[in-house]
């Protein structure tokens, strides 16, 4: 069967030069120093392939045609992440996929916040190369990070090692970002590509998207990640600090070691460093920062800002001839995502999507739209009101307007609704939604809870309702209460209600020009499922808030894998809410619900991993934790507990229930197991 969609797969590319042949010669003369010779020989191969593949049919082989054969894989940092929809910062790797037609392309955007080149490798690399087949494409897009958060162009380990030789106090163990242009991020950049081609998947590199440091109407140098005018350097055994070269020199630009590395291996780079300061400059410095940015943010777009970026990556891949026979993109209304899969989800619990509504060029230039959801669906367009149809005006020719989407299902089974948009009563954007809705019937309620107010020793053990068990522990962070000047360390807490950043076991300042999570740093909550039940985690809850600052930040992820590698991002918030009394003046009182299943004996772990976003080192500042609270629901895998009982009866409801760990299951004043054994 692989051959088979192998040949189809081939058959395809074919098609595709023959295409490029009739519509573009030029084109493919500038590939070709024989074009007579490769048109008489693509024509041969598609004649030959046209047999086979009308042979295949005949078998009844047409399914795979419609296969989906090709996995675009995006990997780099903050700036191309997924993110939550509880805050308006969106990479624009999250709207790469709605220019594919996702019948044949689909995107797994790998990347992942305050990731440089190396420590993706160290600890992401693994998971996206797993993921990887033959025919794929990787697109690589990284330096936000590889700036280094406080070595300016010098790699991090270089660095250290400095320190260590000269006494110096080095940056925290847990800081480990930060490589040199000319070295490490070449070599890193290298390496993505060997390892790639390796399982014969296509490298693509993507100058990444400038800073909106604006210098007049143009971007600055260090803005286009040229950090020649002001950067580090370790020269005879001595550290130099605030060194420059003339702009001419690019010795300090990761756009131009990218697109070295590329020329050498030979690799198609995209620079949308130049891309996108086209884009910022048209807007002009007010304008670009209100509409294409996160409010007090110059380097996180939000989805009017990440849509346009994405949209201009696919023209490029287009115009390259990459994946172009695969790649619309739209000039008219339209949904970007076009579709929207929830998947799974629990009958009764909130899931929250959106898509963004895109229009140029629109005629009328003024005019308005109605938007309206069927079913158990709901909209708002301001992240609060959510109701079943909504109207959205335009002005200018051009519209963007982010939508929210709210599901609510009372039923279990497959959904297929609709939230459609309108000119008049002419329908001219239709988005599916879909899901697949598990009842949560028949389950047994489970709770792990960490108050938080006067704790045992780490690792703390959760209070737990139902056969699962939970805990808590610190990664380089130290912890203490308001009440009292007392600061405990990993391993050795007997009080948590603030928590802080740690080097070693003594106070340490939050370091400056953080604005991204560093893996190193977390709290992390676990839940582990009994050996022989599945659980099904519906809502988490928690307070959070911060002490004596007001730029504590914070991600909230899961994964229910001991390497932390395939995580999930749940929540975001870059300004928790500020005190400095002896107990929270506001708190961010959070319920949120993923729809996650934890397999039977497998461990949730969700972890919080903050930072102080502030460009100068502080101390006294603390994240606020209390009232850690994960629910959910226990089942039998496989089947519904208490299947060997008689449920003939009408009308006779069993009723589940916990005692010493087991599930029990109470009938007519009969007790069962949850085999349907009676035990009393």
Not at 522 to 539: D, G, I
Request: glycine share 8%; aromatic share 8%.
């Amino acid at each position: 069967m692989l051959k088979i969609g192998a040949k189809i797969q081939h058959f395809f590319e074919l098609c595709k030069i023959y295409t490029f042949l009739g519509n573009n010669c030029t084109y493919i003369c500038a590939k070709s120093s024989n074009f007579a010779a490769l048109f008489e020989n693509r024509l041969t191969q598609i004649d030959v392939f046209m047999k086979k593949i009308l042979s295949l049919l005949m078998i009844g082989s047409m399914s795979i045609l419609t296969m989906s054969a090709i996995k675009v894989h995006t990997i780099g940092d903050s700036t191309m992440d997924d993110y939550p929809t509880n805050v308006d910062k969106r990479g624009w790797g999250m709207y790469l996929g709605s220019f594919f037609d996702s019948q044949y392309v689909t995107v797994n955007n790998a990347a992942h916040s305050g990731r440089d080149t190396r420590t993706f490798y160290q600890d992401d690399w693994s998971t996206v190369k797993n993921q990887m087949n033959a025919g794929d494409y990787l697109i690589i897009q990284f330096a936000h990070n590889d700036e280094g958060m406080v070595t300016h162009g010098l790699d991090m380990l270089e660095y250290r090692a400095y320190c260590q030789a000269h006494g110096i106090e080095e940056p925290a163990a847990t800081e480990k970002r930060g490589t040199n242009p000319q070295t490490t991020y070449r070599d890193m950049l290298r390496t993505y590509i060997d390892e790639a081609r390796a399982k014969n998947v296509t490298p693509i590199l993507v100058g990444p998207i400038c800073r909106a440091y604006f210098s007049g109407n143009d971007i600055s140098r260090s803005g286009q990640h040229d950090l020649g005018d002001n950067f580090w350097k370790i020269e005879n055994d001595e550290l130099l600090q605030n060194q420059s070269v003339p702009a001419n020199n690019l010795s300090m630009s990761y756009v131009e070691a990218m697109r070295i590395v590329a020329q050498e291996k030979n690799v198609t780079f995209i620079n949308m460093t130049e891309g996108t300061r086209q884009i910022y400059t048209s807007f002009g410095p007010s304008q670009c920062l209100s509409q294409l940015f996160c409010a007090g943010d110059k380097t996180h777009t939000n989805a009017m800002g990440a849509n346009l970026i994405a949209r201009a990556v696919a023209d490029s891949l287009k115009r390259v001839g990459i994946l172009s026979q695969y790649i619309s993109i739209p000039t008219e209304t339209s949904a970007n995502p076009s579709s929207i899969s929830i998947g799974e989800t629990y009958s009764g619990v909130a899931q929250n999507r959106e898509f963004l509504l895109t229009g140029f060029g629109l005629n009328p230039e003024s005019g308005s739209l109605t938007i309206e959801a069927s079913g158990e669906l709901t909209i708002s367009l301001d992240k609060e009101n959510y109701v079943s149809s909504a109207t959205v005006n335009y002005t200018g020719g051009t519209l963007f307007q982010n939508v929210q989407v709210r599901a609510i299902y009372t039923s279990e089974g497959t959904k297929n609704d609709h939230i459609t948009v309108k000119s008049g009563n002419t329908v001219i954007v239709d988005v599916p939604v879909t899901a697949q809705v598990i009842s949560l019937d028949g389950g047994s309620e489970i709770s792990a809870t960490w108050p938080l107010n006067a704790l045992p020793t780490f690792p703390l053990a959760a209070t737990c309702t139902g056969p699962v068990s939970g805990s808590m522990t610190l990664s380089n962070m130290c912890a203490s209460d308001y009440s009292k000047n007392d600061f405990v360390y990993d391993g050795s807490e007997d009080r948590v209600t603030m928590v802080r950043f740690h080097n070693g076991t003594a106070k340490t300042a939050w370091p400056a020009g953080e604005i991204d999570e560093n893996a190193e740093r977390y709290m992390e909550f676990t839940l582990t499922a009994p050996s022989t039940m599945e659980v099904r985690v519906t809502k988490i809850m928690l307070d959070l808030a911060s002490h004596s600052t007001s730029v504590m930040a914070c991600h909230i992820r899961t994964a229910v894998d001991e390497q932390f590698s395939n995580t999930e991002l749940i929540y975001e918030n870059t300004a928790l809410p500020s005190n400095t009394s002896s107990a929270p003046a506001t708190i961010a009182q959070l319920e949120l619900t993923p729809t996650i299943t934890i397999p039977a004996g497998e461990t949730l772990h969700m972890r919080i991993l903050p930072w102080h976003n502030l460009n100068e080192a502080k101390s006294g500042k603390y994240i606020c934790v209390k009232n850690v609270v994960i629910q959910g629901m226990a089942f039998e895998p496989g089947g519904e507990p208490g299947t060997g009982i008689d449920n003939t009866e009408a009308g006779v409801k069993a009723v589940k229930f916990f005692e010493n760990g087991q599930l029990m299951i109470e009938k007519n004043g009969v007790i069962y197991n949850a085999q349907g054994t009676i035990v009393k």
